[in-house]
């Protein structure tokens, strides 16, 4: 019976080839910065049609590097959206532009199109263009990439996807969807993510200069190449042309990263059978919504948003937590909306009531387990336990 196992909302598939290409590079003579980035980041370009890809320490310095990169500073105005992790409004705070949020669609539960582009024009009447767009594949469902392109080239707003969420996902049958519409892309390898480095992350594009730019300044903003060197003072020079950090990703890190990368496509197909038993188990009982994906899309299933209509009925979000949790169910929520974590909301001014939709999909929201370690009969438990407690 699963009742003894316990289960968490998502958690790494490693097996023994992972551990075997770590273990390789760990008796080999580089551990870090030898050839196992250069592999990874190449086989991320491949299987994601990106012409320029850089590993980084996580995605979160990822994002931060995206915001130098792009040149954001004080006064410019960037959007994203209440729903998604900290990190993607936070790089905004980090390059001191002014962070602004665009509410989600009530159905993708990714940034709503229209209310995005009614926020531009009303930056543009008061004399204001936005700098840039950081728009989330919210649980692994693309935005809506083509609107979004053409809006910024429209209004002449820098586009970056934060793809956390979406490895593996396809957009018109696309996987390399990403560098496709986006000017940047951001990832992470996270263990709770599609595939795993540990901590790690990586920087997608198809721009040579923007590419050049996240190289220089992943490691403290150094250069040795010559072309760009004011002087020559021999074989060990080199200058530090801006500041820069040290966001580098170590060459073991990397060989799991490829390994884990090959089984990407077996890892989203079983996260998609996973969601498909959640939809035919939730879909017919109104006390649920389950997520909805538009025809063009494959998802990627990081998550399993599940809605409940805590209003509708006689348990709280805290108690069903708990009673899942005495079950052996770690569930979680994605996301507490970030304009009403109290650093936004003492520092920027953002309110309760500010972006509704994002706020009422919080009340609702459950991540329930999906990851491709779970066989049938610990997705037939899960549902069944969610549907007994939620009463
Ligand atoms: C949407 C999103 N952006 C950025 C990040 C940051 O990635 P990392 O945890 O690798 O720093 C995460 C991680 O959870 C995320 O979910």
């Known amino acids: 019976m699963s009742t003894n196992k316990t289960y968490s909302y998502g958690k790494q598939t490693i097996e023994e080839d992972d551990i075997q290409a770590v273990v390789n590079v760990l008796k080999g003579d580089w551990l870090t910065q030898g050839p196992y980035v250069k ?3 190449e086989s991320l370009g491949k299987k994601f049609n990106a012409k320029y890809v850089s590993a980084v320490a996580n995605g979160t310095a990822g994002l931060h590097l995206i915001a130098l990169a792009l040149g954001w500073k004080q006064g410019d105005i960037v959007l994203t959206t209440p729903i998604t992790f900290l990190a993607s409004a936070n790089c905004i705070l980090y390059a001191n532009a002014t962070p602004d949020f665009v509410d989600i669609n009530p159905q993708t539960y990714t940034i709503d199109i229209v209310r995005l582009e009614e926020k531009i024009k009303n930056y543009l009447s008061r004399g204001k263009n936005i700098k840039a767009v ?3 594949d919210f649980a692994g469902l693309p935005c809506d990439w083509e609107n979004l392109r053409r809006l910024a080239d429209v209004y002449n707003f820098q586009l970056v996807n934060d ?4 490895l593996g996902a396809e957009y018109n049958g696309d996987i390399g969807y990403a560098t496709k519409y986006a000017d940047i892309v951001n990832m992470s390898f996270h ?3 599609h595939i795993t480095t540990g901590e790690g992350g990586a920087i997608l594009t198809n721009d040579a200069l923007l590419d050049k730019k996240i190289k220089i300044l992943r490691t403290h903003g150094i250069t040795k190449d010559e072309e760009l060197l004011t002087k020559n003072d021999g074989p060990w020079y080199y200058e530090m042309q801006h500041l820069g950090f040290n966001y580098r990703i170590t060459d073991f890190q990397c060989a799991l990263g490829t390994s884990q990368l090959k089984k ?3 890892f989203v197909n079983k996260r998609n059978e996973i969601a498909k038993f959640y939809d035919e188990s939730f879909k017919e009982d109104n006390r649920f919504i389950i997520p909805s994906v538009q025809g063009n899309i494959r998802h990627a299933y990081h998550l399993y948003p ?3 209509k805590f209003e509708n009925i006689d ?3 805290k108690l069903l937590f708990q009673i899942m949790k005495n079950n052996g169910i770690g569930l979680q929520v994605h996301y507490i909306p970030v304009h009403l974590q109290p650093f936004y909301k003492e520092n920027y001014g953002f309110k309760i009531g500010d972006y509704p939709i994002s706020e009422k999909f919080y009340e609702r929201e459950i991540s329930i387990p999906i990851y491709p370690g779970l066989n049938q009969e610990d997705i037939i438990y899960i549902a069944k336990k969610v549907q007994e407690i939620v009463k």
Do not use: S
């Open 39 to 41: 592999e990874f980041e």
């Open 134 to 136: 950081v728009a989330v």
């Open 163 to 166: 793809n956390c969420h979406a």
């Open 191 to 193: 263990p709770v993510k």
């Open 264 to 266: 990407l496509d077996g």
């Open 306 to 308: 599940l809605q409940i």
């Open 315 to 317: 348990i709280a979000k």
